[in-house]
């Protein structure tokens, strides 16, 4: 794995990084249904991970028929075991189920409007595109321009980038105290928030620690020794992190607008 060049991109995208990490919406996520807010547009970003992961899987494996080896046999046990962790990995009861999935149970647990994600689901099930669905469905902006910049990656059909995308626009952007802020909500609520909880550390074990050293290996492997490739990725990260802070914007905006109403 080439070390020199993941920590060049690290560095690289660190400022935009940090202005999710330090945004203001955890600060504003006091009440269940502040976080209802977040969590009706942070379901978005949940799905097109998934998207992404499977646009990846796509692209580095055979997925037809009939089978033909595709591509490095690293890249797509990589990818692979990736893909068994994000969509079937374990509820509290040992059920396999799939993050996206999770986080529903999460969010009907907490009380929190499933009204348009499961329309959005059905219309995109049904065969429209995304950006149409998600109109439709009565998405706001931010949410709709965050979507937009993954499936500009994802048509991009660009392996290199969808991996960096995957691989650092997601990753490790949840603070700490969100984490705390939601065991202390979950406690107040006598555990109406247990599945969120869960959801959370399981992120955290999961996509930030095993899923994380495999996605920067799949990264290294797709750039290779390519320095454009190499500029290309960085660049595509910052544009996706750029489209999550407008996510993040979105949400604040959405709990202040409900609070300045209730006053």
Avoid at 10 to 24: F, K, Y
Avoid at 208 to 224: I, K
Wanted: aromatic share 8%.
């Amino acid at each position: 794995m080439s070390d020199i060049q993941i920590e060049r991109l690290r560095a690289e995208i660190e400022p935009v990084r940090q202005q999710i990490i330090q945004h203001p919406l955890y600060d504003h996520i006091r009440t269940i249904e502040d976080l209802h807010i977040f969590m009706e547009h942070h379901i978005y970003a949940v799905w097109d991970f998934m998207s992404l992961l499977k646009s990846l899987q796509r692209s580095l494996t055979c997925v037809s028929l009939p089978w033909v080896p595709v591509g490095s046999a690293q890249t797509r046990y990589l990818i692979n075991e990736i893909v068994t962790g994000e969509e079937s990995d374990v509820d509290q009861q040992g059920r396999s189920v799939s993050h996206f999935e999770l986080y529903l149970d999460a969010m009907q647990q907490s009380g929190a409007d499933l009204l348009s994600i499961h329309s959005f689901i059905a219309q995109v099930q049904d065969g429209c595109a995304v950006d149409t669905a998600a109109q439709r469905s009565g998405l706001n902006d931010g949410v709709r321009a965050f979507m937009r910049s993954t499936f500009d990656v994802i048509g991009s059909q660009q392996t290199h980038l969808q991996a960096a995308v995957f691989t650092f626009g997601r990753e490790d952007l949840i603070p700490d105290m969100f984490l705390a802020l939601i065991r202390d909500l979950n406690r107040s609520l006598s555990g109406q928030l247990g599945t969120l909880e869960y959801y959370i550390e399981r992120h955290i074990e999961v996509d930030g620690g095993h899923h994380s050293h495999l996605a920067y290996e799949m990264t290294a492997e797709l750039c290779g020794k390519d320095d454009q490739k190499w500029k290309e990725a960085t660049d595509a990260v910052k544009k996706s992190l750029a489209a999550r802070v407008g996510l993040w914007d979105a949400a604040l905006a959405g709990i202040k607008e409900r609070n300045s109403i209730i006053l």
